[in-house]
């Protein structure tokens, strides 16, 4: 039995996993279960799930939390604040994390999950963007194992030899010329620059494929989400940025792509749904069912691909940039990202905005070499901040 710590329980991948597990009862348990501020929603997965552990990030939202595990009747307990979710992380509750928090807010868990040698079903790629090296190492001193559940990733890790897909083995040694990862496109696919600039928040989170949190359907329209990719994909599977290439896929169906030097070329494909790269993650090296229906082909009748449009969609080409600067640079790309999309949902800045304040962040805060996770904070609270004051003088 595997007792599985979902944190960001109620969202989009959260709410995937748990009916992953909610399939399997004799093999996944879900022990427990993290949320920042839906306590109804928590509650009521407490109600079905009866996890030893529910943990709100907001500690003001505590004592709710406990009054309705009560009412229920429920023997689960309660904590709160960012600390309880980096200690449940690393606690013997659990032997499998699924780091599906949005956004910087879930490094300290993923870090303390890794450092305590767990299974880390890693979709929260902002950490990893962010804190490749310190993750990487924590993974090392932890002995645990890191289950991409992104879909491309978890793409390139099945269509990768177990080898280098887990960082034993060089790329080259193992014949691999090329990562490529496939990228939706997102809703504004074939737009140019002059359609994008009254583009409102919710045109921007009506993805086509996909059904996702608010915050990375934005990433997906500005195809940021695709340059966070790229950065993930360099860390996890030691990639140089000349060796990893996005196309343009509308379909979403070939998830990513592995190009080998002998000229073979593996790909995955499945309908577009989490579930599938959540089952792998939990079950691997086994496979179970997800509640996946098979892919038709015939029905699908083709797929399309095409190059991406760097100059409209700029933020792309920002995140390689970035990947190239190395060091703090992605952590400080993140962090505007952070902040620009979270003022874009607000109506606080136009969504062409978006690559301006992250490109101004990137410019004026000089990237240093990765130490440690204070400097990284430090650095992340920086571009948040400058962030800030360039949304000011370029808008507001
Ligand atoms: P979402 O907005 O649907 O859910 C986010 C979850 O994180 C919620 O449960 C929320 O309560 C929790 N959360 C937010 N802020 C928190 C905080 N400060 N402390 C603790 N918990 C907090 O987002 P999502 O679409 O599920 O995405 C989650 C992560 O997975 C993101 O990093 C995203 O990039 C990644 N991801 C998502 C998908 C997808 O299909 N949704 C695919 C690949 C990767
Ligand atoms: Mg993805």
Known sequence: MRNVAVFGATGSIGGSTLDVIARHPQRFRASVLAAHRASGALAALCERFAPDLAIIADPALEADLRARLIRAGLATRVASGPAALAEAAASPLCDTVVAAIVGAAGLESTLAAA?????????????????????LAALRDGGGELLPVDSEHNALFQALPP???????????????????????????????????????????????????????????????????????????????????VVVHPQSIV????????????AQLGNPDMRTALAYGLAWPERVEAGVPALDLVALARLDFQPPDLDTFRCLA?????????????????????????????????????????????EQIPAEPVTDLAQLIQTDLTARAAAQRMMRRLHC
């Not at 998830?255 to 593996?266: C, N, Q, R, T």
């Not at 640079?329 to 304040?357: R, S």
């Open 115 to 135: 450092r305590a040698g767990k299974r880390l079903l890693l979709a929260n790629k902002e950490a990893i963007v962010m804190a490749g090296p310190l993750l």
């Open 163 to 245: 080898a280098a897909a887990t960082r034993r083995a060089a790329l080259a040694a193992s014949g691999v010329r090329k990562l490529i990862l496939t990228a939706s496109g997102g809703p504004f696919r074939g737009r140019s620059r002059a359609d994008l600039a009254r583009i409102t928040p919710e045109q921007a989170v009506a993805h086509p494929n996909w059904r996702m949190g608010r915050k990375i359907s934005v990433d997906s329209a500005t195809l940021m989400n695709k340059g966070l990719e790229v950065i993930e994909a360099h860390f996890l599977f030691d990639a140089a940025p000349e060796a990893i290439d």
């Open 255 to 266: 998830h990513s792509l592995v190009e080998y030097a002998d000229g073979s070329v593996l």
């Open 318 to 362: 920002l995140a390689y940039a970035a990947l190239r600067q190395g060091g703090t640079a992605p952590a400080i790309l993140n962090a505007a990202n952070e902040i620009a999309v979270a003022a874009f949902l607000d109506g606080q800045l136009p969504f062409l905005a978006i690559a301006e304040v992250i490109e101004a962040c990137l």
